[in-house]
């Protein structure tokens, strides 16, 4: 069974737990730097990627991930976790975390006023679809503006870039862990 960490500082981290153990896989929170033992990948949920940057380095948690992820650890971000694992956050606060996992520059609430939330369907690449695209919740989320070498685009909007991968780390600017399509996990945890 594999052992998933999600992060849980701030934001929507127990509907991930929820999703990660309907599909077998086994799933705790990380408050603590000691919770991160013996993880097989770690999910960074939506929230406030400023706010979750503080309690990062409240609890001393910013150098042993960067270890983790710079050693390979599969990673899947969500909204404000794309933004703890992009190269370069726009519209941030200087000292917000860019973790640096994905060759990506994101604006945060990038959808604009108009746009704070909505729903979209998705073809999302690896996914089975049939005749059932992925019903995607955004909510304040980030916009990707530009991508950097080796990233794959998995699903976009218009044409912007709404998931995205780079090896074993993972991206939606959407909220997966809020609907009850289990697909996008399910497509992770495959990968592991
Ligand atoms: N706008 C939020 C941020 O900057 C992200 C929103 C979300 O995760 N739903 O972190």
């Given at each position: 069974?594999?052992?998933?960490?999600?992060l849980a500082l701030q934001g929507a981290f127990q509907a991930h737990i929820e999703r990660l153990v309907s599909l077998g896989a086994a799933?705790?929170?990380?408050?603590?730097?000691?919770?991160?033992?013996?993880?097989?990948?770690?999910?960074?949920?939506?929230?406030?990627?400023?706010?979750?940057?503080?309690?990062?380095?409240?609890?001393?948690?910013?150098?042993?991930?960067?270890?983790?992820?710079?050693?390979?650890?599969?990673?899947?971000?969500?909204?404000?976790?794309?933004?703890?694992?992009?190269?370069?956050?726009?519209?941030?606060?200087?000292?917000?975390?860019?973790?640096?996992?994905?060759?990506?520059?994101?604006?945060?609430?990038?959808?604009?006023?108009?746009?704070?939330?909505?729903?979209?369907?998705?073809?999302?690449?690896?996914?089975?679809?049939?005749?059932?695209?992925?019903?995607?919740?955004?909510?304040?989320?980030?916009?990707?503006?530009?991508?950097?070498?080796?990233?794959?685009?998995?699903?976009?909007?218009?044409?912007?870039?709404?998931?995205?991968?780079?090896g074993p780390v993972w991206a939606t600017a959407f909220h997966p862990e809020l609907t009850d399509d289990l697909r996008v996990h399910a497509?992770?945890?495959?990968?592991?």
């Amino acid at each position: 069974m594999k052992k998933v960490g999600v992060l849980a500082l701030q934001g929507a981290f127990q509907a991930h737990i929820e999703r990660l153990v309907s599909l077998g896989a086994a799933a705790h929170p990380i408050r603590f730097r000691s919770e991160l033992d013996g993880i097989d990948a770690l999910v960074m949920p939506g929230g406030e990627s400023t706010t979750m940057s503080l309690l990062l380095g409240a609890n001393d948690l910013v150098a042993p991930l960067s270890d983790l992820i710079g050693d390979g650890l599969p990673v899947f971000g969500t909204c404000a976790g794309m933004i703890l694992l992009a190269s370069d956050i726009l519209d941030g606060r200087d000292d917000q975390i860019a973790f640096n996992a994905l060759p990506i520059s994101v604006r945060r609430n990038g959808y604009g006023r108009q746009l704070a939330s909505f729903e979209a369907d998705l073809q999302i690449t690896g996914i089975e679809h049939e005749e059932n695209p992925f019903r995607a919740v955004f909510i304040r989320a980030p916009k990707v503006e530009s991508v950097g070498a080796g990233l794959e685009v998995l699903a976009n909007v218009d044409g912007d870039p709404v998931m995205v991968r780079l090896g074993p780390v993972w991206a939606t600017a959407f909220h997966p862990e809020l609907t009850d399509d289990l697909r996008v996990h399910a497509a992770f945890l495959k990968s592991l």
